[in-house]
């Protein structure tokens, strides 16, 4: 029986009616809430009761409009000179529409609220001197810079580890002014032009009526909205990858996504995208780890990062730029440069390397600077200019609005964190938490009262202008160029250039999103979706959510593998690695001891873990300090494991006191919360070793000791060394059966 019809439908649709897997075009009013909804009681700002239908306070009328009653006939294109053309400061609706988003909350950030930051320098290597005269990019150019990451959806109290999309927002503090680069750790965005980027966010954001889910894209709007906005698909493929889990933050890639245009000395200019490459490489958490870390440590990122400066080991990440050349068409090798759903092969258009970013600090006050600082893609400096992205001009408007709520007012540059490092003479005055003691008597110009300052300053003298990019005669409209219309060929090249175990979880992936959708029919959109990039993705989630699998509607798009989008196959430094080191009471301390300060001594961080806090001794050497007893530790925290010996169970091992001990785990020869955390490592297919009887371990918990990525040895340093060899490569990826 259809659910709809039950006098008692399952908890959780959605909306007030089952939808079409059409998408509705016939007018109709708003949908009647559910059986168990209803408004505020209608009453006057008074108090007095109007006796309005409750109704009357919710939305009304079939039509889109803006919030003065006025019908729209389009919320999907920005008003633009031409297709292809700048978008128009006179497009009101853009305004309102984004102007209303901005201020949805308060003071909290409406997207990337959840974040973490770090204090550095950039060095520039001097290779982009011959496409911009951006200063900061000169050879040995210092420059300090703030960088924050982030998640996309989730609150303020949400979790690290949830799939989402990352911020990678940097600020560069230059004698030029302020520039930042706000990017995210995906190359690609769900959205062609900002005025729906409102539309992206409300989808994607817990359902208003309940406010869940939180953090997550595993629900009914969000697919609803990309499975009805195809555009969507690049985007969302890449955040149903690997790289919609990252490792760390440390481990994480970054992309400006726009097309930006450099300036050089002479005023010759070169289309660019921005990427920062970390040095450790880029890695991801797997699935169970990152529900299992999301519950044992929601910190997990902001931690890693903040742990990782204090250690020493400082995170480190190229800055590197693609390079076209500024035609008319702004394409290359037939792609859109101004679509920001597309990217552009690495192996068309190599990363070229200009500089170097460094992090060697935290911030002393997350308030201060974390929460308070204020990044805007308008803050550019002599040598970097805009295109016309329509994605890239809303933002331009949408992030300055945004501060001035966020910050309470327009004077959030005075905060210390935004404060530039260049001199400001701005003749802007007054205004809240105004914290300048302006002089003089004539803020505007021209003036002769305050001696003509400030004036205006030519390029000669370094100032900022525009390159003067020709406006094509073309009919203001809202459109979009047709070669915007492509949403499947690049989602196609970047599931061809993915490795088997890579392509196995983004089946997983989509399957476990989808499946956390109430309606049928947004499931049989998505698919239809998937069965447009490649007919197995199709197939097997399809067969998971135990639905008949679409044909593609039109032929599959002709691209080659790119083998940049993988993250599998490279060997990368170790640096930053945390290792676990689990001992017992009686362990051989002095191994590991030993093993304790080569890990330190390869730039790794390692981690003690014993059946107790405090200390260990021996009385033959240094006390080893205890950083994680077998109640408060779990597999999740290390990139390896390593056993001095098998631990017998620890005082804390039973049921009532760690139900990670489970039942009779006192007096067990081995502790079982070990074999536990040994049986997830190899799990999540990270290297172990161990000496000593550590094969007592692998034993109990049914590990083959000869299984690849198992390192045995009787010297603690020897089993070290086997482990680093395999860290290099992230994970022993071959211990993951893949069929696709």
Excluded at 268 to 290: C, D, I, M, Q, R
Excluded at 486 to 493: A, E, G, I, K, L
Excluded at 574 to 579: E, K, L, T, W
Excluded at 680 to 692: F, L
Aim: hydrophobic residues 40%; glycine residues 10%.
């Amino acid at each position: 029986m259809d659910q709809a019809r039950q006098p008692h439908p399952l908890p959780g649709r959605p909306g007030g009616e089952a939808p079409p897997v059409e998408e509705p075009t016939e007018p109709r009013e708003p949908l009647p809430p559910k059986h168990d909804q209803h408004g505020p009681e209608t009453v006057g700002p008074t108090g007095r009761a109007t006796g309005a239908d409750r109704a009357t306070m919710a939305q009304d009328g079939a039509y889109l409009t803006t919030a003065q009653g006025l019908r729209l006939p389009d919320t999907d294109h920005s008003l633009k000179a031409g297709a292809r053309g700048p978008v128009l400061l006179r497009d009101h609706h853009l305004r309102e529409k984004i102007t209303h988003f901005d201020h949805e909350r308060i003071p909290e950030r409406v997207v990337h609220a959840r974040g973490a930051a770090a204090h550095g320098v950039f060095r520039g290597y001097g290779t982009a001197a011959g496409v911009t005269k951006a200063a900061f990019l000169a050879k040995d150019a210092e420059t300090p810079v703030f960088v924050r990451f982030s998640t996309v959806l989730g609150s303020r109290g949400s979790a690290d580890t949830v799939r989402d999309t990352r911020g990678f927002a940097t600020k560069f503090y230059t004698g030029e002014g302020v520039f930042d680069l706000v990017g995210n750790n995906i190359p690609v965005f769900f959205i062609q032009d900002a005025v729906k980027f409102p539309d992206i966010i409300h989808a994607g954001k817990p359902h208003p009526d309940r406010e869940i889910p939180q953090a997550q894209s595993a629900h009914d709007t969000f697919w609803d909205f990309v499975s009805l906005h195809t555009e969507a698909t690049h985007h969302t493929l890449w955040n149903m990858s690997d790289r919609g889990i990252p490792r760390s933050y440390r481990m994480m890639e970054g992309f400006g996504i726009h097309t930006f245009r450099l300036v050089d000395a002479s005023g010759g200019t070169t289309l660019v995208k921005f990427h920062w490459k970390p040095k450790l490489g880029a890695h991801s958490l797997v699935w169970e780890e990152a529900q299992i870390t999301g519950g044992a440590d929601p910190d997990f990122h902001r931690r890693d990062l903040a742990d990782a400066i204090e250690a020493g080991a400082f995170p480190q990440w190229e800055l590197g730029i693609q390079t076209f050349p500024d035609t008319p068409e702004q394409t290359f090798a037939g792609i859109d440069l101004l679509d920001p759903t597309k990217i552009v092969p690495e192996e068309l258009a190599p990363v070229q390397p200009v500089g170097l970013m460094t992090l060697d600090a935290n911030p002393s006050n997350y308030f201060a600077e974390t929460e308070q600082v204020a990044f805007h893609p308008g803050h550019l400096v002599p040598g970097i200019d805009v295109t016309d992205d329509p994605l890239l001009a809303g933002r331009l408007f949408s992030y300055l609005d945004t501060q001035i709520s966020r910050l309470g007012g327009p004077n959030f540059a005075q905060i210390p964190v935004n404060r530039p490092h260049a001199p400001v003479n701005d003749m802007l005055r007054d205004g809240m938490h105004q914290t300048a003691v302006h002089r003089g008597v004539a803020p505007y110009r021209p003036n002769s009262l305050d001696g003509g300052c400030p004036f205006t300053a030519g390029a000669d003298a370094g100032g900022y202008t525009e390159v003067p990019v020709e406006v094509p005669a073309a009919p203001r409209g809202r459109e979009a160029p047709a070669s915007f219309a492509d949403h499947f060929s690049q989602p196609r090249q970047f599931w061809l250039s993915l490795s088997p175990v890579e392509r196995e979880h983004v089946i997983a992936a989509y399957t476990f999103e989808l499946s956390k959708c109430y309606e049928n029919a947004v499931k049989e959109r998505v698919l239809r979706t998937l069965a447009a990039i490649d007919p197995r993705l199709c197939r097997e989630v399809a067969n998971g959510l135990g639905l008949p699998a679409p044909e593609p509607s039109e032929p599959l798009a002709e691209v080659e593998p790119s083998p940049a989008l993988s993250q599998v196959g490279q060997e990368w430094p170790v640096a930053g690695r945390v290792i676990g080191i689990v001992t017992g009471e009686s362990g051989d301390l002095d191994s590991v001891r030993a093993v304790r300060q080569a890990v330190f001594d390869q730039g790794m961080v390692p981690l003690v873990i014993a059946p107790r806090g405090g200390v260990l001794e021996d009385g033959a050497g240094e006390p080893v300090t205890v950083q994680r007893t077998f109640a408060n530790a779990r597999s999740v925290e290390f990139d390896a494991l390593l056993l001095a010996g098998a631990p017998a169970a620890g005082a804390d091992a039973h049921g009532a006191r760690d139900a990670k001990a489970g039942n009779g785990g006192a007096g067990a020869p081995v502790d079982p919360r070990v074999l536990l955390m040994t049986a997830e490592a190899y799990r999540h297919a990270k290297a172990v070793g161990g000496w000593a009887d550590a094969g007592r371990v692998w034993e109990a918990a049914g590990i083959d000791p000869g299984a690849h990525g198992v390192v045995g040895g009787d010297n603690g340093r020897d089993v070290l060394d086997g482990v680093v060899r395999l860290l290099a490569r992230h994970r022993v990826w071959d211990r993951f059966p893949a069929t696709v």
